[in-house]
DNA sequence: TATTGTTATACTCTATAACTATA
DNA sequence: TATAGTTATAGAGTATAACAATA
C-alpha cells in the first residue's frame, strides 16, 4: 500500500509543508520592517495602484471589520496607509498606500520573494517545469 | 522584458499565492474544532507518538516560550495534550498529545489535506508530475 | 553560572455586540 | 430598514524582563 494519496492531494500536503517550514521568515522580515504579522499582512493585501473599502480588506483578510480599524490605525499612525473619502457613498472609507507604505511593500516582496532552500535546490529545468504547472492551475482558477 | 524572474522565484511567488488564497479556510477548520490558529497550529506541530519538550514547541512555532505556557496551558484544559515529567532533567516538560488531541489532529489533517481548487482542476498527469517535483525538491533538502 | 519553564506586564489581535452616520 | 465603519468589552496571542527550580 504504497501511494493511496491521489497525486493532487500529495502535492497539496507537499505545499503545506514547504509553506509552513517559511513562517518564522515571514514573522521575522515583518519584524525587520517593525510590523507586526497582521500588519503586515493587512498591508500586503492592499492595492498600491488603487484604494479600497475598509469592508473589502476584513473580507480577503477573513475577520471582522472591527478588527481592521485598530490595525489600520497603527498602519496610519506609521504612515504607510491613508484613509480617504469614497466618491459615491459617505459611510465608505478608501484604503490607500502612501510612498512610504509602498516601499515597506517592494522590500518585502524582495525578501520574501526569495525561494525557499527546497526551491532554490532544483535545477532550471524543474523550476521552469514547476512554474509552468503553477501558471496553469492559477491560471485555470480564475 | 517580460520573464525577468528567474524561474525558481516565480514558482515560489506563485506557490505563496495559492498558499494565501486558503488562510480563510485554515481558520474556519480550527473553528470547527473550537480552537484558534495559534493553538491548532500547535497541535499540529506536536508529534502524537513522541512527547517534546516545551522549549522545541516554541522553536518550531518560532515564538517565545513564554507564550507556548499559556497555548499549552489552554490545549492542555481542552484535553488535547498532556505535561509529563522528562527522564533526565527535572527542568524540563515534556508535551504529549492525548487520543482526544490525535482524533483532532487527524480530522484537521483530512480537512486541510483537501486540495485546494487550483491544484483540485489539474490534470491527474499535471497533478503527478507536481507532486514528483515537490519530492524531489523537499526530498534533497534533508 | 547557565538553562527550562513560569509569571508579570504591556501591547496587539480577535470576535461579539452596541453605536453613529449614512444610504 | 440596511450598511460601513467605529467603539466597548473580554479573552487570547505576543515579546520583554524578572523569577524559581534545576543543571
Redesign the interface.
Known sequence: MEDMT??????????????MSQ??RF?SIAADEQLSPPQMGALMQLDPSRPVPMGDLADTL?CDSSNVTGIVDRLEGRGLVERRAAEHDRRVKMLAVTGDGVAVRERFKTA???????????S?A??????D??????G??R
Open positions: 491521489r497525486p493532487h492531494a500529495e502535492a497539496w500536503q507537499l505545499m503545506h509543508r514547504l509553506f513562517r518564522r514573522v477573513g520574501m520573494g526569495e525561494p525557499a532552500p527546497a526551491i532554490e535546490h532544483l532550471d524543474d523550476a521552469r517545469a514547476l512554474r504547472l503553477l501558471r496553469r492551475a492559477l485555470e482558477d
